[in-house]
Each structure stands twice: as C-alpha cells, then as structure tokens.
C-alpha cells in the first residue's frame, strides 16, 4: 500500500480548519486576488527593462548560462512587444491566481504542453523552447481554513528553457516588489519542479527494460504463433511452447472450474479475494485523489466526517483478508500433502517454489515502476517521475529480501510491504505445519497461544509508544505509525487464524455439519456484526468536533478487530461451504470470480503503476467527490486490469510454468489430472491475492 497513513496525514493539516468568518479576508488576500494573470504581470513589468535596469548580479559575475539566459529573455521581450505567436504562447500557459481560493484551490496548473511545445528557431544552431515550472507564492496572511491548508500557492510558469530557476527567482524578486512591496509575499521556483520537452536519455537500466521486455514479449509471441498454427492436438504441445503460449496462459485464466466436480475447491474465496482487491484498488485511488490539485480541498474536511469515508479509511481490513486467505490456504494445502506423504515436508523447495513464483513479477515491476513510467508517461505533475524512484535507486534489495517493512522507512514500490510480511509468515509456516502434523489439537492450541501473544504485544506497544492511527490523535511525525502499520506482529493474528481454520478444515473435509436455523442466523448476525464494528466502531471519534480517544481505547479497538474481523471471515468460508451461506455464497462463489483471481497477484503489483500514471497525465484541477472517484476507480482499474493481463502472459505465467516443471507429478484417483485443473496452489500460497482453486498435484511437497 502507499500507506493508508496518507490519509491520515491529508486529513491532519485540515484537523482544526475553522469556517471562514466575516472579517478574515485580510488586506494581502484582497490584493493579491486583484491581479491579473502572474504571466500577464511579468511580461508587463519586463516587456520594457533593459539588462542595466535589472540589476540582477549585483553579489556575482554571471555566468555564460546566466547570459545565454538574458539573451533569451530579450528576445523574448522584443518578440513579445512585436506579437509574435511563440511569445505569446509562452505567457498564455502561465497560471494565474486561481480562482476558490476560500474553498481550497491552491494550485493552478497553467497549460503544460501549450509551454513545452514552444520552439523557436533563433539562429541555425540555437533556439528558444519552453521551460515549465511551478513558482510556489507564499503569503503570510491567509484566511484562517486555508492557512491551516497551506500557506502557499502552486501556480505554473513558463520561461526560456535556458534560464534556471535561481536566475528566475531574481526576476520574481523584482516583480514581488514591484507589485507588493511587502515582505509577508514572496516568490520562488525550485528547478526539481520543471520540465522542457528535452527528454533524458536513456540510461542502461532502461535499455535493460526496454529489452528484457521485449525479449519476453517475442518469445511469447513466436510460442504463441506456434501453438496456434503447428500444434493442433493440445496434449502434443512442447513444455517450453505450452508456458510461454499466451494462447495457452489466456485459457488457464478464463477456464471456469465447477467447483462442485472437486470437493477440494473452496469457491468463496475466489470472491473474497475479488472484493478485497477491489477495495485495495479503491482505497489507495482516493488517496492519489486527495493528494491531487482539486478545486475544493477544503471539502475533505466535511468528507472526513462522512460515514462512507470509513470504508477507506479502514481500508487495512482487505489486507487482513488476503492474510486471512493466504494463512487459509497455505495450511490446507500443505497438510494435504503431507498427508500423502506420511508427513514428508520439504521446507527449502517449498521456499523455492515461492520465490519462483513471486520475485521475478516483483524485480521486473520494480524496473518498470522505476525506469518505465517516465517513458510512458507526463504531465505537469510528473517532474522528477516515478514518486520512489530515488527510494528505489537506494534501496531496491529490500524489496527483493522481503524485509523492507522493518529495514527502511521509505520502501521501494511503497506496498509490496505486505509481501514482505506474507513471506515472513510464510517463513514459519513449516514449523507450523509439521506441529500440527505430529501433535495435533495441542499444536493447535498452541498457535491460539501465539495468537494471543501476538495481539497482546501489539496492544503493549501501542500503549507504551502512545501509538495512535487515528486521524485526529496524529501527530505530524508520522514515521512511528508507519513502522507499526509496517510490522509483522501486526498482521500475524488474521494469517494465523486463517491457518487455523485450514486445519479445521482439514480435519473435517468432506464432514457434513448438522447446524439448526437459530445456530445458523446466530453466527451470520454475530459475524456481520464484528466486520461492521470494525469499519465503523471509530466513526464517532473521525467528527472533528468529537473529544480524542485515549491511548487505552485506540489498542483495545485495534488489537480486538485484528481477531474479529478473520473470525468473521472464519464463519462466512463455513457457511459457504457447509450450505448456509444463500445469497452471500451465490455471490461470492460465482464462476466469474475465476479469471480475476488469477490475476490478482498482478493486478495488486501493478495498480500503483497506473494509478499514478494517470493522477499525473492531469492538466487540469479536479473536483473531489465521492462520485467523481468511483468514476476514475473503474477506468483505472480496467487499464489496470489490461496490464495485469499482459504481464501475466510475458512474465508470471512463462516463470509460473517453469515452477511447475519442478514439481513432483502426484495424480490422485478422486481429482482429474492436473492438466485439466489451473495449477494455482502455488500462486495462492506465494501470495494471498491469488485464486483459490487447487489441485492436490501442485501442492507443496
């Protein structure tokens, strides 16, 4: 995740925003929304002052750059005076002093590629292109909700690109005094935020991807084509053919499997996954939503208090189910198998399996997150490109270690934190399973043991550390909070719950229970009752007007909802599957649940990529509702979900098929052959997002 603590720390700095009250608009405020356009300013003051009126190097000699710089800006002056198109343009894409100020519009974008765009041929060998920039106008005074906000302004500039920002910033100078004479305003322009349409060549890392992708994507196509039109009998099909064929990959996808032809198959899940990675995709679309040039900012405010808003605020539950379900899974295929192999657990293979599986997708996004997305993507917002490209650059072997959720603060690909803390369960899981193999119901109670320990250590630290995540206890330092969001004994009691109920499960397959209707109507009431809790027992405490939590209560709520919610969970795969589940198991152990799941371990990767391409493509201010981002969810998610597909058939199936070759070939007499079943036990136990259908012949061994 991009850390749900961004909303957090969004709402924080509107925490005490008061209502604008008559009086406040105060004698800045009202002269600087009297100006014209900040383009149209700067030209007039300097459409007629020469190098000697300028006076800008008074404490330096300046430098070639400086002069090729001045010599630039006259001709622009002088094209200017004389109308020409290019000079005009170049003040047209200026922003101005946007309009809703009071309501929180804080940024105005000007027009990106109007300024880019720019080229003017000067002499043969030299030319005057557009540079765009954001000057960044701080006030001393503000209107009490806004100065709460901000005390600055973002507008969009745009300039010769040989000037650089320090040379502008002396021209801003003299405009500031020139216009205000004052102290409380001030201009200035940071050269990480311009962008000319001179783009950087490539580097060798990105070579590197260009390539390896494109090499994928051949031999994909070459397999492909061959599969398609020289293997007419599928059976007959050459390994290496049937793993890189997308013809093959796309019909592992989309076959629907009846899960009543294989008793082992546990239908719901593929709709709990499904409806987990829909809320994942949807909560982190509000946080690029928030943080984004919007018109009404200060509306967040009363958004906040809105009783929707805790479904994303409370967004860290979908983690919690994927945890839920990988724990789930990993035991009830893993005991599975040992039981055909008389306890035999191959614990360095079954690691070996996993990482097949997941760490090519990982490094492969990394370099695409890293050296793609700026290739692929611009926009005003997009100066510097990728947000943790410089995370990235540091600290990269983190994420490939699985440990960058307690050795960095600031993790490469910002969410696959929760792959770290997976594999680190999944670390643990063969002493796990080889107790529960050996000792039974007292292994059992003793992992219920370690469930306990785990929620009371999270409870201590939260009470000793003060930790609070809710947004009106934060603090500005949100450092202490992310470690805590970040740390594995925080997320352990879901995974071990749900690797509980697999060996339940386990232990009762195939196992009618008898259950009345007061037994059932019992234990529906009782689990929608915990997962409403937890969504919603702290909505009275997100009112602004609300007095703060203590300490006591915040660890009491977060401890106790990180048991209720799996054990709600626990009921809901029960009744499912024991046939008390009506509507709720018709919906969730659809067939059509089938194709996503298989791609939610791409889908999950992936969804940051686009949802940060496309936040910074904006041009304009956006308006921020809940309407307005279920609009964007859907359009992002389905690119998303494209992405995730072609990935899929160039990387994780061609690395998932070769994982396969590995495994030992197991055929049992109650299952068809593997063949005719999608191999995903493995994807469901390198990562919770995947689909839950199984074969007892891609289990671990």
């Not at 002499?123 to 765009?132: A, C, D, V």
């Not at 943790?388 to 934190?417: K, P």
């Not at 292994?443 to 409870?459: N, T």
């Not at 109507?521 to 915990?530: I, K, N, R, T």
Request: hydrophobic share 45%; charged share 15%; with cysteine.
């Amino acid at each position: 995740m991009v850390n749900v603590l961004a909303v957090f720390v969004c709402g924080l700095v509107l925490v005490s925003a008061a209502q604008l009250k008559d009086g406040d608009v105060l004698q800045d405020y009202q002269r600087l929304t009297g100006l014209r356009s900040l383009g149209v300013e700067f030209a007039e003051h300097f459409r007629n002052a020469s190098l000697t009126d300028l006076d800008l190097f008074q404490s330096r000699i300046p430098s070639q750059d400086d002069l090729l710089c001045l010599e630039d800006m006259a001709q622009f002056m002088q094209a200017l005076t004389a109308g020409k198109l290019w000079a005009l343009r170049m003040i047209d894409a200026w922003g101005s002093i946007p309009s809703g100020l009071l309501y929180g519009n804080i940024v105005d974008l000007g027009n990106f590629d109007e300024c880019i765009k720019i080229s003017n041929e000067i002499t043969s060998s030299h030319s005057i292109n557009g540079k765009y920039c954001f000057l960044k106008l701080s006030i001393g005074s503000l209107p009490q909700n806004v100065a709460l906000l901000t005390n600055s302004l973002k507008i969009a500039s745009c300039f010769p690109a040989s000037c650089s920002a320090a040379i502008m910033d002396l021209f801003l100078e003299q405009l500031m005094q020139q216009l205000f004479n004052s102290g409380s305003l001030s201009m200035n322009i940071k050269e990480a935020s311009c962008q000319t349409s001179e783009s950087k060549p490539w580097d060798g890392m990105t070579i590197f991807t260009v390539v390896l992708l494109g090499l994928m994507g051949t031999l994909v196509a070459l397999c492909t084509l061959y599969d398609y039109f020289l293997c007419q009998d599928q059976s007959s099909v050459p390994s290496i053919v049937k793993i890189c064929s997308a013809r093959s990959s796309s019909r592992t996808i989309f076959r629907i499997v009846d899960s009543k032809s294989n008793p082992n198959v546990i239908s719901c899940l593929d709709g709990i996954r499904c409806m987990s990675l829909f809320w994942v995709v949807f909560g982190h679309e509000y946080i690029f939503s928030l943080l984004s040039p919007n018109i009404n900012t200060l509306n967040m405010i009363s958004w906040v208090e809105q009783p929707f808003s805790s479904l994303i605020m409370h967004g860290v539950f979908s983690v919690d189910s994927f945890f839920f379900v990988g724990g789930l899974l990993v035991a009830v295929i893993a005991l599975r198998s040992m039981e055909k192999s008389n306890g035999s657990l191959n614990a360095p293979l079954m690691y070996l399996h996993r990482l097949i599986r997941i760490v090519p997708v990982l490094a492969v996004a990394i370099l695409v997150y890293m050296k793609f997305m700026p290739v692929v993507s611009g926009g005003p917002l997009f100066a510097g490109g990728y947000t943790g490209s410089a995370v990235c650059e540091s600290g990269w072997f983190w994420t490939l270690l699985f440990v960058q959720n307690y050795a960095t603060s600031n993790i490469c690909l910002a969410h696959s934190w929760y792959l770290a803390v997976d594999m680190q369960l999944y670390l643990i899981s063969p002493l796990l399973l080889i107790a529960l193999y050996k000792w039974g119901k007292k292994a059992a109670a003793g992992i219920v043991v370690l469930v306990l320990l785990v929620s009371s250590c999270l409870f201590a630290t939260m009470m000793i550390k003060k930790y609070s995540l809710v947004l009106t206890n934060l603090s500005a330092d949100t450092s202490a909070n992310k470690k805590l969001y970040f740390a594995t004994h925080r997320h352990a009691a879901p995974w071990l719950i749900g690797f509980l109920f697999g060996y339940f499960l386990h232990l009762n397959r195939g196992k009618k229970f008898q259950l009345g209707r007061i037994a059932v109507w019992s234990g529906w009431v009782l689990s929608l009752a915990m997962l409403f809790t937890s969504m919603f027992a702290l909505y009275p405490a997100t009112q602004w007007s609300a007095p703060p939590l203590s300490t006591l209560e915040e660890a009491l709520y977060y401890t106790l909802t990180r048991v209720g919610w799996p054990l709600a969970l626990c009921w809901i795969v029960f009744a499912c599957m024991q046939g008390h589940g009506g509507l709720a198991n018709s919906f969730l152990s659809s067939p059509l649940w089938q194709p996503l799941s298989r791609l939610s371990y791409s889908v999950y990767i992936w969804h940051m990529f686009m949802l940060e391409v496309n936040s910074k493509n904006t041009r304009t201010s956006t308006y921020f509702s809940d309407y307005t981002v279920m609009l964007k969810f859907w359009s992002d998610f389905g690119f998303t979900v494209l992405m995730a597909y072609v990935f899929y058939l160039i990387i994780e199936a061609p690395f998932g098929g070769f994982d396969n070759l590995l495994r030992p070939k197991v055929k049992s007499k109650a299952e068809p052959p593997a063949s005719q079943l999608p191999s995903l036990e493995t994807r469901k136990t390198e990562d919770p997002k995947k689909t839950n259908t199984q074969s007892e012949s891609s289990a671990d061994n």
